[in-house]
């Protein structure tokens, strides 16, 4: 019996050498990963808004109408701004064609405000003419005081409807 006891500590006190002697766990070394490529860049969206050459963006971004003063059809430094512009566009496009429309306010007569809304028109074309525009692109009308913007009875009313409106054909 004393010899099994023997060999059954020699097993244990083996067992506890093969434990105690396992190889150690290799080291995992960091590899470097290299990061994925970007993705593509996806194409530019295409600009919102009205095309350039469109009845809408002549309306709203170059601008289609220009004011007078009072009694006056003189142009200001910001209408032949406004107008320089409209010239541009109508170079750049050179089928469109223009409709001036001279407009007043509701004081005076409207035999009077009709010759007023003529000479304010005519005063935008001849400026259009000016900037390189050809003539027979350009017409003009005179409504007067008869399509108001604007129907109240007071000076920032009546300023709005003392204009000068590029129509686009």
């Known amino acids: 019996m004393m010899k099994l006891r023997f060999l059954g500590v020699i097993a244990v006190t083996f ?6 002697c396992a190889k150690k766990p290799v080291e995992q070394k960091a590899v470097a990963t290299q990061a994925p490529p970007p993705a593509p860049t996806p194409p530019p969206a295409p600009p919102k808004g009205p095309a350039p050459d469109s009845i809408e963006y002549f309306n709203t971004v170059v601008g289609n109408l220009v004011q007078f003063a009072y009694d006056k059809y003189d142009l200001d430094a910001a209408s032949q701004a406004k107008l320089a512009g ?33 000479r304010r028109a005519n ?41 000068g409106t590029s129509v686009v054909q």
């Open 86 to 118: 409209q010239a541009t566009w109508l170079k750049q496009y050179p089928n469109r064609t223009l409709t001036i429309e001279g407009h007043c306010d509701e004081r005076g007569t409207r035999e009077y405000n009709l010759g007023l809304g003529d």
């Open 15 to 20: 067992a506890v050498l093969l434990t105690g």
């Open 123 to 163: 005063s935008v074309k001849q400026y259009l003419i000016a900037q390189g525009v050809a003539a027979n692109r350009v017409k003009t009308i005179s409504y007067g005081k008869e399509r108001p913007l604007c129907v109240s009875s007071d000076e920032a009313c009546w300023a709005k409807n003392r204009r």
